[in-house]
């Protein structure tokens, strides 16, 4: 509809200040929150559900792939964190091979983890455990509750959806937002935007990446409604699957065709309960109409899929149940942000080294991490404004390995300490002192990066036996697609 309604001017109550304003609580924005205000800031984390986790715990993203690289523990920060704290905290939350086991030749760990996809790297010999976990997403979402009570220092709105930026000659000042109290504004030193669909940054000036959203050939420009079904074998399929993978392919084949989309169960740990993560094709999570039609799409296909699976595999699902539907849409990509440096396949074959590292990405198997540089998560043309996870800034090539969950725990993690230290020392977000940032995540939040004081030896002359990557396969094909002949 073309029609338009003019707003008229409004004068708002400011409902709080802060150093740092996180709006989005996902993987990203959870993180940000919680390293800002363990460097000391005062934060407001703001999300629109009401509870944070986003895609894992809400979109029922259920396996948090690869924190290792070999032997190396590539991930770790708060994102381990995780783990270690649902070991104490609600042991049994989750399975996934321990770290001590990574990258080592342990094959009675490799043959307990084998009913699980991607617990194992069996793409090389011999095969070894990868540090990759199923979780149960309500147990997560309740640590995740604990780790911003516990600091003092965060104020949680929930329920509130940031719908607009306060921009002041290029500088961010602070975000305006909706709640049941009605529309109210924040002002902050650094804002971060933390909502995955750029949200903020889409509103304050800054272009979005690919205007083109539904690209097939990326995996990430696609919706989904995870949902689980309860009483399956899931040890019959996951065999059948490793046996007999002509018969487990045509049994997908029908399945695509009664759903109408392509889905498949994968395990979530438990053995009786299946998780039915899919791909819609051709839906764009920021518009509305695509928004209602992946929603109805997967749930009024729900009930056919379960008949036919009852039939096709009796052996499996003979028993299955709907277990439930995921809170929230499953949403992948959509816009991207245009910032200084623009991640692209061709960063993954030449394994650039950034003086601005904040993280690796490691997406496992026969590859090496790379490096993801700050400057990729800062607009290009505004200030005072960071926007780690999935929306970051990449092109369609490169943003399937970064969107991963441990990508944007971890970009989140460095743009919370990044934006607590440019707001307690009087910066902005683009003038921050990045080595002071890198020592903090290095020193104080057990984020291993490259060539600081505290960087893994081992790692470094492993990754330099390599010549960093260069000479994997991975890297070699994408040289020789861009036309490069080295
Ligand atoms: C079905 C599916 C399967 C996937 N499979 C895997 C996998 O196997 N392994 C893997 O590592 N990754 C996988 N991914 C990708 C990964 O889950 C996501 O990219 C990642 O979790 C995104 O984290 P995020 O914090 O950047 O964004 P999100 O998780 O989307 O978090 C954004 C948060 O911001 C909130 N929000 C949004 N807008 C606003 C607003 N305006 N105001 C306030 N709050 C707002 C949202 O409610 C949400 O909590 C998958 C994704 C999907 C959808």
Redesign the pocket.
């Known amino acids: 509809m073309s029609k338009t309604y003019i707003e008229a001017a409004n004068t708002l109550p400011v409902y709080d200040e802060c150093d740092v304003l996180v709006?989005?609580?996902?993987?990203?924005?959870?993180s940000a929150a919680v390293a800002a205000a363990r460097v000391g800031a005062k934060v407001i984390v703001?999300?629109?559900?009401g509870y944070?986790?986003?895609?894992?715990t809400?979109?029922?993203?259920?396996?948090?792939?690869t924190l290792n690289w070999r032997t190396h523990s590539m991930n770790r920060g708060l994102l381990e964190e995780w783990f270690t704290r649902l070991d104490k905290n609600a042991p049994g939350s989750y399975i996934g091979p321990d770290l001590k086991y990574v990258g080592r030749d342990v094959p009675y760990v490799c043959d307990k983890y084998e009913y699980y996809e991607?617990c194992v790297n069996n793409r090389e010999e011999p095969h070894t455990p990868l540090r990759s976990m199923y979780i149960e997403p309500t147990q997560l979402k309740l640590e995740m509750d604990a780790m911003v009570q516990e600091q003092p220092n965060i104020k949680a709105l929930l329920h509130?959806?940031?719908?607009k930026p306060i921009v002041e000659d290029g500088v961010v000042k602070g975000v305006i937002?909706e709640s049941k109290e009605g529309r109210k504004a924040i002002y902050a030193k650094v804002v971060i935007d933390?909502?995955?669909?750029g949200?903020?940054f889409s509103q304050a000036g800054v272009n979005s990446l690919d205007s083109k959203i539904s690209d097939f050939d990326h995996r990430d420009d696609q919706?989904?409604l995870?949902w689980r079904a309860g009483g399956v074998n899931y040890k019959a399929l996951a065999l059948m699957r490793m046996k007999n993978f002509k018969t487990f392919m045509s049994f997908l084949q029908e399945l695509w065709k009664v759903a109408g989309y392509k889905t498949v169960p994968f395990s979530t740990g438990r053995d009786g309960v299946v998780w039915f993560?899919?791909?819609l094709l051709g839906y764009n999570c920021i518009d509305l109409d695509d928004i209602r039609k992946s929603e109805f799409l997967v749930r009024n296909s729900i009930r056919p899929i379960l008949d036919f699976c009852k039939k096709a595999l009796p052996e499996v699902f003979e028993n299955a149940y709907l277990y439930d539907v995921a809170p929230?849409l499953?949403?992948?990509?959509s816009r991207k942000l245009d910032g200084e440096k623009v991640m692209t396949s061709l960063d993954f074959a030449v394994n650039a080294q950034f003086d601005d590292v904040i993280a690796w990405s490691q997406t496992g198997g026969n590859t090496a991490p790379i490096e993801i540089p700050y400057s990729c998560i800062l607009p290009k043309k505004i200030d005072n404004l960071i926007a780690?996870?999935?929306?970051l800034s990449a092109d369609a090539g490169a943003i399937g390995a970064l969107?991963?969950?441990?990508q944007?725990?971890a970009t989140?993690q460095a743009a919370g300490v990044a934006a607590a230290v440019a707001a307690l020392d009087n910066k902005t977000a683009k003038t921050v002192d990045i080595k002071k940032v890198q020592k903090i995540l290095c020193e104080e939040q057990d984020v291993p990066l490259p060539r600081q004081a505290n960087t893994d030896k081992a790692l470094v002359e492993e990754l330099e036996s390599i010549n960093y990557g260069r000479d994997t396969d991975r890297a070699k094909k994408i040289r020789a697609a861009a036309g490069l002949d080295w």
């Open positions: 709006v989005g609580g996902g993987a990203a924005g959870h703001m999300e629109r559900y944070f986790g986003g895609d894992v809400g979109g029922y993203v259920l396996l948090i792939p991607g509130s959806w940031g719908t937002f933390a909502t995955g669909d949200d903020l919706t989904a995870v993560n899919n791909w929230q499953g949403v992948r990509c780690p996870g999935r929306h969107q991963l969950i441990p944007c725990a989140g």
